[in-house]
T-cell receptor
Framework: GESVGLHLPTLSVQEGDNSIINCAYSNSASDYFIWYKQESGKGPQFIIDIRSNMDKRQGQRVTVLLNKTVKHLSLQIAATQPGDSAVYFCAENIYNQGGKLIFGQGTELSVKP | DTEVTQTPKHLVMGMTNKKSLKCEQHMGHRAMYWYKQKAKKPPELMFVYSYEKLSINESVPSRFSPECPNSSLLNLHLHALQPEDSALYLC?????????????FGPGTRLTVT
């Protein structure tokens, strides 16, 4: 999801359900994408990445899907747990702009026990 | 060791003070980054160092002065800051700048300018 102004989009799920967090990215020249998880008072933590020559990548309990046609990225978390509660950011790296990452606005995931 | 460390954790400084933020990594990474993050907002890139040389400066005001003394250390020198500079300052590192790799972030320094 994308936020406007000061309010983060929020997603509230029940423990054990699957979560889907969406992100629209801006540049068709972006060739590398990362999902980060940021808990309160901590720095962003790497979850999973995907390069533009792929459309799906799976990790442990997480899957990232990339749709280059509509410039859309999603993060799926299976069997969501209370420890998954955090703000999730997608980030894109634009080809030929070195290590510069551009972050999306973030989505706050809240898991109800 | 996949850790990026930052000191101090918290810093309160007046507008006339000079202080420094420190960042360290021992992963052999050759690219290091400074980001600024305001509450409820995403991190915003400030500076990129690649092989100890400044490669990106995102038009950051000169009251922020980065320094990379060696491949493991990154400093951010602060002078004559404004209250609006209060934020979480994050350091990150990655294997290289040329080919995109995941960036590992430190826990940040929470800066308050009074």
């Amino acid at each position: 999801g994308e936020s406007v102004g000061l309010h983060l989009p929020t997603l509230s799920v029940q423990e054990g359900d699957n979560s889907i967090i969406n992100c629209a990215y801006s540049n068709s020249a972006s060739d590398y994408f990362i999902w980060y998880k940021q808990e309160s008072g901590k720095g962003p933590q790497f979850i999973i990445d995907i390069r533009s020559n792929m459309d799906k990548r799976q990790g442990q309990r997480v899957t990232v899907l990339l749709n280059k046609t509509v410039k859309h990225l999603s993060l799926q978390i299976a069997a969501t747990q209370p420890g998954d509660s955090a703000v999730y950011f997608c980030a894109e790296n634009i080809y030929n702009q070195g290590g510069k990452l551009i972050f999306g606005q973030g989505t706050e995931l809240s898991v109800k026990p | 060791d996949t850790e990026v460390t930052q000191t101090p954790k918290h810093l309160v400084m007046g507008m006339t003070n000079k202080k420094s933020l420190k960042c360290e990594q021992h992963m052999g990474h050759r690219a290091m980054y400074w980001y600024k993050q305001k509450a409820k907002k995403p991190p915003e890139l400030m500076f990129v160092y690649s092989y100890e040389k400044l490669s990106i400066n995102e038009s950051v005001p000169s009251r922020f002065s980065p320094e990379c003394p060696n491949s493991s250390l990154l400093n951010l020198h602060l002078h004559a800051l404004q209250p609006e500079d209060s934020a979480l300052y994050l350091c990150a590192s990655s294997q290289d700048e040329g080919t995109p790799y995941e960036q590992y972030f430190g826990p940040g320094t929470r800066l308050t300018v009074t």
